[in-house]
């Protein structure tokens, strides 16, 4: 269906017609459900659908008061804390291990490469159920359940399988006469690697490192199996909104992790446009 | 030269090191372990050590003697003192119900009495006793290494002679719940596929800043938290829901004819086609961007029409990412747990669900891990499947 061609029939213009109705219906499916969620989060009734004041677009029907007291709230605040702290120590380990494990995967030396990449995906791979049952009978018997340790753990494993794919494909695209010249040049490995290598593949590495935080941030399975009380994230406590006491703090809770992603999709297009080949680029 | 090859195998191989440990400890060893306990439960067998012993020499069919009676008795009261009766108590339950009440009251009855007769006070306390069923749920509760579970996870169990049977047709829920999932699984694909091929139709040939823009209409949901688009689709479609108030407005149903939308099984397939469409999406896209539209525009200038050009041309070569996407959905789908727990109802749970009910309300972690080690293998087949086809290096995120 090529805008070019200058002889569409009359089947065709309608077949082109159907399809881009199609696609936006489409399109509607997958976006409007989250945009419905964002007016509601201003909602001044406890309800989770529009009042008659809210659709007349009567001021007083909405109010900030969702977040108000999302923000007042203790365990609110404790669980962003969590989140993010979790989020960001799982994602500095797995994106240091999964960069070294990267640069072994890439370098066409690697033995067993197939085995080896197989057994480093398979946290993504494996059904989070299975993951997540597994996880709680070993921390438990080590007497780490309940703590904020296990779950850094659980997270970093879970985030690896981001960063080595990410990474792995930024290296395939890397000159590797360039780590070479750096070393006739007198570079150690190191060297070479931190002045050169780090720098061309820095897009893929913080692509990688993103998505293993964002993969912590969503994650709650192995919150309802590993945490406590003490280690609720945002994601435990949205579940438990959505089992227990359903309030529309968690719409409000909903619209700012939609602006959190928008920012983020914004910081990988600022990379991908600076990164050049990287692997988050088209 | 053979020198320095081996130099560099050894350090790549010693940069992956890190990595491989770090997921062998914290990964699969767990999951390696918590396998493991589907074919061995030591617990009773550790707990019962003499009686089981004196039981390898019971005919099975009558009555043990009494001073198995005695041993038994005699154990169940030091475990009751130990108080870790209970999880002997539930495990044997398993096999016979009505034992774990016997197994309590007989232990809490002989603590109030030295008995002169063992078999004449354990039979008074409990009259189940006085059945071989009992010493034989026994018997099997103390089978270290068993493959009941999986058996249990297949619909099946050995009945008294040993001989593998179906288990009684009310108990046979676990074939169907599997069956379930992969049909629910199929049927997520399928609409995923058709709802996906036109979009990433679309967006590959649409202009570069038309289709960066739709890219991002795929790309939002798909990096959005689950428990959000879980939640938006509870606000859509529950009873008091923007849909069902919309319908109610508009006149196509009444107060009280509110569809049940959520809370059942169009709830999961409606929120996990939703959130599963940009995993058909994305591989498709980046497929159909490498197929140059001047082939198209050759086929039409060789006479083919749209159809013809498009069945002959271009489907052809969408093929890996139809495989790719496709394997992709019905892997992910085939172990779907958050939405179904949260928008399932009772009707809309799969096997993951199920697996979650073993490992936190009934307690029964051999049969979650018997149920765990068949969902593994049907995705680990299907992941291989997708790596053959596909390669995992092509796999991509934003």
Known sequence: ?282 | MALSLAAARVRAAALTLPLVAFIGVTFLAPLGLMLARSVHEPLVADSLPDTLAMLNNWDGVALPSEDVFEVLGRELLSLHQQRSLGGVATRVNRLESGMRSAVVRTARQLRDADPGSWREAMIAAAPIWNEPKAWRAIQRAGERYTLRHFLHALDLERDTAGNVVAQPPDQRIYLSLLGRTLMVSVVITVICLILGYPVAYLIANSPPSRSNLLLLLVLVPFWTSLLVRTTSWIVLLQNQGVINDLLVAVGLTTEEGRIPMIYNMTGTLVAMTQILLPFMVLPLYAVMRTIAPSQMRAAAALGASFPQAFIRVYWPQTLPGIAAGSLLVFILSIGYYITPALVGGRTGQLISNLIAYHMQQSLNWGLAAALGAILLVCVVLLFLLFNRLVGVERMRFT
């Open chain 1, 1 to 282: 269906m090529t805008s070019k061609t200058a002889t569409f029939s009359f089947g065709d213009r309608l077949a082109r017609r159907l399809h881009l109705a199609f696609c936006a219906a489409v399109f509607v499916f997958l976006i409007a459900p989250m945009l419905v969620v964002i007016p509601l989060s201003f909602n001044a009734e406890p309800y989770f659908t529009f009042s008659e004041g809210m659709l007349a677009l009567d001021a007083d029907a909405y109010s900030l008061r969702w977040y108000r007291s999302v923000v007042e709230d203790e365990e609110w605040r404790l669980a962003l804390t969590n989140s993010l702290f979790i989020g960001l120590a799982a994602a500095a380990i797995a994106t240091i291990l999964g960069v070294l494990a990267a640069l072994g995967l890439a370098s066409p030396a690697m033995p067993g490469r197939a085995l080896v990449t197989g057994l480093l995906i398979s946290p993504m791979i494996t059904p989070i159920i299975i993951s997540a049952a597994g996880m709680f009978f070993f921390y438990s018997n080590l007497g780490l359940s309940q703590t904020h340790l296990s779950l850094i753990l659980a997270h970093a494993a879970l985030g690896t399988p981001f960063v080595v794919i990410t990474v792995t494909a930024t290296l395939a695209g890397f000159d590797r006469n360039l780590t070479r010249a750096a070393a006739s040049l007198g570079a150690g490995p190191f060297a070479a690697f931190r002045r050169i290598q780090l720098p061309l593949i820095a897009p893929g590495v913080i692509a990688g490192a993103l998505f293993a935080f964002a993969a912590s941030f969503d994650e709650v399975v192995t919150v309802l199996f590993l945490g406590g009380l003490e280690q609720r994230t945002i994601p435990r406590q949205m579940w438990a909104g959505i089992r227990e006491q359903i309030s529309p703090e968690i719409l409000a809770v909903a619209t700012f992790l939609v602006a959190f992603v928008l920012v983020l999709l914004g910081v990988v297009e600022y990379l991908r446009k600076r990164g050049g080949q990287s692997p988050v680029g088209q």
